[in-house]
């Protein structure tokens, strides 16, 4: 028997297609070639495993049903647990970050293309008498720990995170002069996607700089990071 | 929309509106995973395993390579606690409540209990993950004809003849078509030896 005739004779028998005499024909064969044996069990292994996995195979490529709204909390409850007990202020943080980037694209906050976003960076501050940095941000975007203050994560002296309730108020910060006891405005322009720095050069002069914002988060922090240090 | 792979990152990063995106896909996987003719749960049942299942996948995804493996382990981890229940419930009916094995259930219920699903319960998860992807590279290539001939005949139990009728085909187009389809599949099995070792010790 030729290798297509003996497997199209395992399909039928392993499907229930076979004759009574089919089926004695395949176990003689099997009987007594060890080869023919191996290959029929092979291709009695695909097919079990094909019956279990397709129906996940199946479940895979499935569209619906959608998820139901009623369980939608319950998701979202059991996944703040289980991400403040990896890394609390850190993924917190960052998902203020991407809360606030939902924020603003929802609400469509920068129309005009003066859409600018101030984001609070892991270096955030309370001030001290010395000159200080401000980082802009709307307070919808402040993470508030379980005592209802507003949660810090590594401390630097000098560096101030400055809430805004609304926009009005962020541009007025913006475009304001400089204090005198501020050395430099962060904020982050969503729309363009660029990170604006006001800062006082060393002979008091104000000067401003852009740069594209970094693409993923920890970049950003790194960026922020960079940029503090360069203003100081 | 993220492209896959960013959403994978934003997952890994703890993005809740990532997660949410995710949940929302993944919910139809493990909602169907969830009714594997194994554990046969009723749609409510299979609701509270999909809804279970997600939580879980969180811890997760610092473990999978690619968006479509998390899809992978979602129907995966859905399928097996849906069996899983199912067996609690089987026990609990018979008194005792003790899980019992599902080589008993096949015991005791002969004809009346779905095949045991031995692959889904032996092999480990990662070991799933990989014959799914294997599996479904065995079948993309055959077309939606010998897909559905074969789903059809395994899943449903249809003979030839009947392919043949529902398909309006010739019942030897219908039997070449799942020859083509299981000849794809062991020879796609038989290219990860390991996995297919394992396989062999736990399918009759």
């Known amino acids: ?232 | 929309m993220e492209t896959d792979l960013k959403l994978l990152e934003s997952l890994r990063r703890g993005s809740e509106s990532a997660w949410d995106d995710a949940f929302r896909r993944l919910y139809p996987v493990a909602f169907n995973a969830a009714q594997h003719p194994s554990a046969a749960l009723p749609p409510a049942e299979a609701e509270d395993v999909a809804i279970e299942t997600l939580t879980q996948l969180v811890d997760k995804v610092a473990e999978v390579k690619s968006f479509q493996e998390l899809v992978a382990l979602t129907a995966v981890m859905a399928a097996r606690r849906a069996i899983s229940e199912r067996r609690k419930k089987y026990a609990e009916k018979r008194g005792g409540n003790q899980t019992t094995s599902l080589d008993h259930l096949r015991e005791v219920a002969g004809d009346q209990v779905e095949p045991v699903a031995c692959a889904l319960n032996t092999l480990d998860t990662s070991d799933l993950v990989e014959l799914m992807e294997l599996l479904r590279e065995a079948l993309e290539p055959l077309g939606e004809t010998a897909r559905v001939l074969l789903h059809d005949h395994l899943l449903q139990g249809l003979a030839y003849k009947e392919l043949a009728e529902k398909h309006q085909m010739p019942i030897g187009t219908v039997g070449v078509n799942i020859h083509r389809g299981l000849l794809q599949v062991r020879a796609r099995l038989e290219q990860s030896p390991g996995l297919l070792k394992e396989l062999r010790q736990f399918l009759r």
């Open chain 1, 1 to 232: 028997m030729d290798d297509q005739a003996f497997q199209e004779l395992a399909t039928r028998v392993i499907s229930r297609e076979a004759s009574a005499m089919e089926s004695a024909r395949l176990e003689s064969t099997i009987a007594r070639d060890a080869a023919r044996r191996a290959e029929f069990e092979a291709l009695k292994c695909a097919t079990g495993v094909l019956s279990e996995a397709l129906p996940l195979l199946q479940a895979m490529k499935a569209a619906g049903p959608a998820l139901p709204e009623h369980r939608v909390n319950e998701l979202k409850t059991a996944l703040r647990g289980q991400l403040r007990t990896r890394r609390p202020e850190t993924i917190l943080l960052r998902s203020a970050l991407e809360r606030w980037r939902d924020w603003i694209f929802e609400r469509k906050v920068f129309a005009g293309g003066l859409a600018a976003v101030a984001l609070a960076c892991v270096l955030i501050f309370v001030s001290t008498d010395q000159p200080r940095i401000e980082v802009g941000m709307y307070e919808t975007a402040v993470m508030r720990g379980g005592n209802g203050d507003v949660r810090v994560v590594p401390a630097r002296p000098g560096v101030q995170m400055v809430p805004f309730k609304t926009e009005e108020e962020f541009e007025k910060w913006r475009k304001a002069v400089l204090p005198g006891r501020v050395k430099a405005r962060l904020w982050i322009d969503e729309e363009s996607g660029t990170v604006h720095v006001r800062f006082r050069g060393d002979r008091g002069e104000v000067r401003e700089s852009s740069e594209p914002l970094a693409a993923s988060a920890k970049d950003q922090e790194n960026q922020f990071t960079r940029l503090i240090q360069a203003v100081k």
